[in-house]
């Protein structure tokens, strides 16, 4: 099978965010991390999320930091599973396109077009399997795009030119620009790479453009999005859920972000 070049659901919402204008702004919530989990997504949709990133916890999260794998350990010690997450999203009604975000091996494990059809019955659009490499990648993105799941592809400042370009093109919903070479996690400052990561990417695709992996403030966010269509924002937030916050408090932190976005 060939992956589908038909913009998506993911893709023509943030799109069209963008075009009239707007940053973008895609949180992310770890699936299963408390009771009222599904209650965090709907607040934060409310607060101004364009997109809502859900983890599905992995034991062993390569790419994460401590605050996310924190946020998975917790989950899965509370029991939640893969179906269960999915089981838990059927049915929420955000308002916003939920893209999960997690590691090859689930995918592997239940079969990859199964895996792929689990995620968009449970009302998904979208997937980031960031230990997946491109290279070996082109089974699931056609399985993906075959159960019209999205699959949006990671670059590194470290990604050459030429595989910048191929990781633009065949990535669909946004293109996932990684700020820095490192883990995931809050810093004090926005790496100087991120700039330079959303300039390359923008060079290469007219599709939307998000940095992750260190942009924790409302003033970092905005700094991001000078070249940026728009931040992914993670660790921050979890650390804030970690703490014993609810949707409310989520809401606070996302529309802090939303405020200062839309103010420039």
Not at 132 to 143: I, K, N, R, T
Not at 235 to 254: H, K, N, Q
């Amino acid at each position: 099978m060939t992956p589908t070049t038909q913009v998506g659901p993911l893709e023509a919402s943030l799109r069209a965010r963008r075009d009239a204008g707007h940053k973008l702004l895609a949180p992310y919530v770890t699936g299963g991390l408390t009771d009222d989990w599904t209650e965090v997504l709907r607040a934060v949709a409310a607060a101004g999320a364009d997109a809502i990133e859900v983890g599905i916890p992995f034991s062993d999260p390569v790419m994460d930091g401590p605050t996310i794998q924190e946020a998975s350990a917790t989950a899965l010690a509370r029991g939640v599973t893969p179906p269960s997450i999915l089981h838990d999203l059927t049915g929420v009604d955000a308002g916003v396109p939920l893209v999960a975000m997690t590691y090859y091996n689930l995918a592997y494990r239940m079969g990859e077009l199964r895996f792929a059809r689990s995620l968009a019955a449970a009302g998904v659009a979208g997937a980031i399997l960031p230990d997946l490499p491109l290279d070996e990648s082109a089974g699931w993105e056609a399985e993906a795009a075959a159960a019209g799941i999205e699959t949006v592809l990671l670059a590194a400042p470290v990604t050459s030119d030429d595989r910048l370009g191929e990781i633009a093109a065949r990535s669909r919903g946004f293109v996932y620009g990684v700020s820095l070479m490192g883990i995931t996690g809050e810093r004090a400052e926005v790496a100087s790479s991120a700039a330079v990561m959303a300039k390359r990417l923008k060079a290469v695709t007219d599709k939307p453009v998000l940095i992750g992996f260190g942009v924790s403030t409302p003033r970092q966010a905005v700094e991001v999005c000078a070249e940026a269509d728009g931040v992914i924002v993670a660790s921050a937030l979890i650390r804030t859920l970690l703490a014993g916050g609810g949707p409310e408090a989520a809401a606070d932190f996302v529309g802090g972000l939303r405020e200062a976005l839309d103010r420039g």
